[in-house]
């Protein structure tokens, strides 16, 4: 069997930690099943453009692009580095780069992780949030004006504060139809393969966001009429926040635009034990997909071994089965539950005292047998 060609991309902080974790395990599990990976590191990020000037190399899409699939830690050192560069190069800018535009956050909570809510079961609760991940409010688009400039001057219309300050700032967000529409089915075919309740669950906020929210909603609805077998359902994204802790266990599939859904997945986390058990990835048609857990490069405790390698670990196992590998992605996922649920080697974020390096050992270890 051909190798899969995987680009990695660990970046700065606890990126660079849980990734060498993530490809422990990966190259175990990949032992196991009988598949093989040709990797190529690449030393991308906000580090990188301390001493390059850029965070990624002008051709970094086109090296990318020959590769099956990204697997990438974090990006940022926000005490050094502008955001907008870090971040805004490397994730965001390979996020639309390759027109990723399904990001996929799985909330399944492996048993023995850390629980949080009273009043439900972590084995009632099992759905992923889709959130649009290529345009809305991340298409960086605005300026920060003067209020009497002609740019804004022409367009807001002016409110006491406005008039009052020296300069007003504008975030602009786009959401176009095809990509509204293409999310959405996403949604709907993911609820009809899963083997869960058949129910998508849409967040907006249209009561107060009226155009571009009003067109999601539209088109929310026009899509569900094409999937008949399947449940729908709407809700503001602040009652939704709400009911993600209220009533998690009624969710199967929720699908959101880009912000609304960075938002809910770090909430949606903490349902399966906080951001280091929180898997994910950026789904493309037409590139390379990229694998990327949500948490951080978190450079508060980077450096100090305590950070939580699941959530890259899971994150290696979903980039597994994307590339159809079920079987070794199976064994990632079978050996992080025996280590949780045994509970001797979690890192501290989990109640445990073990570093990242054991963590990723022991679930190495788990694997072999
Ligand atoms: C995430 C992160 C990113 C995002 C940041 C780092 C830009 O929070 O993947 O959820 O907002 O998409
Ligand atoms: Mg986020």
Redesign the pocket.
């Known amino acids: 069997m051909k190798p899969h060609k995987i680009a990695v991309i660990p970046g700065d902080g606890i990126g660079v930690e849980v990734i060498a974790e993530g490809l422990k395990v990966l190259q175990a599990a990949g032992q196991k099943a009988g598949v093989s990976f040709d990797l190529e590191q690449f030393p991308w990020g906000a580090g990188y453009w301390l001493e390059h000037k850029v965070a990624l190399p002008p051709d970094a899409l086109d090296i990318l692009g020959r590769f099956d699939a990204i697997y990438l830690g974090a990006v940022?050192l926000p005490d050094q580095v502008p955001e907008s560069v870090g971040?805004g190069q490397v994730?965001?800018g390979i996020r639309s780069g390759f027109d990723q535009f399904a990001n996929v956050r799985p909330v399944q909570p492996v048993g023995g992780c850390p629980w949080y809510l009273q009043h439900r079961k972590s084995e009632d609760i099992d759905f992923v949030v889709i959130r649009e991940a290529t345009e809305g409010f991340y298409c960086n688009i605005g300026g920060r004006y003067a209020p009497a400039a002609a740019e804004v001057a022409d367009i807001i219309p002016m409110r006491p504060a406005f008039v009052r300050s020296k300069e007003i700032a504008l975030q602009t967000g786009v959401f176009s139809e095809f990509g509204c529409r293409r999310v959405i089915r996403y949604a709907f075919e993911l609820a009809r393969r899963r083997d869960g309740r058949k129910r998508v669950t849409s967040t907006t906020k249209s009561n107060a966001l009226t155009h571009a929210m009003g067109m999601w909603d539209q088109i929310f609805e026009q899509v569900a009429g094409e999937y008949p077998d399947c449940e729908h359902e709407w809700a503001h994204v602040d009652a939704l926040a709400m009911r993600f802790i209220t009533n998690p266990e009624r969710f199967d599939v929720v699908v959101a635009s880009n912000l609304f859904g960075?938002i809910l997945?770090d909430l949606s986390a903490v349902l399966v034990g906080g951001l280091g058990f929180a898997p994910g990835g950026n789904l493309s048609e037409t590139g390379p997909s990229m694998f990327e857990p949500?948490h951080?490069s978190a450079p508060d405790i980077a450096g100090k071994g305590i950070a939580n390698p699941i959530a890259a670990i899971l994150t290696a196992a979903f980039m597994l089965e994307c590339l159809d590998e079920l079987e070794a992605a199976g064994l990632i996922r079978r050996a992080v539950a025996l280590v949780v649920e045994a509970g001797e080697v979690l890192t501290p974020d989990a109640g445990g005292t073990a570093t990242t390096e054991q963590v990723g050992d022991a679930i190495a270890t788990m694997l072999q047998q």
Request: proline share 12%; no cysteine; hydrophobic share 40%.
């Open positions: 940022g971040v994730v965001l960075d997945t949500p951080g």
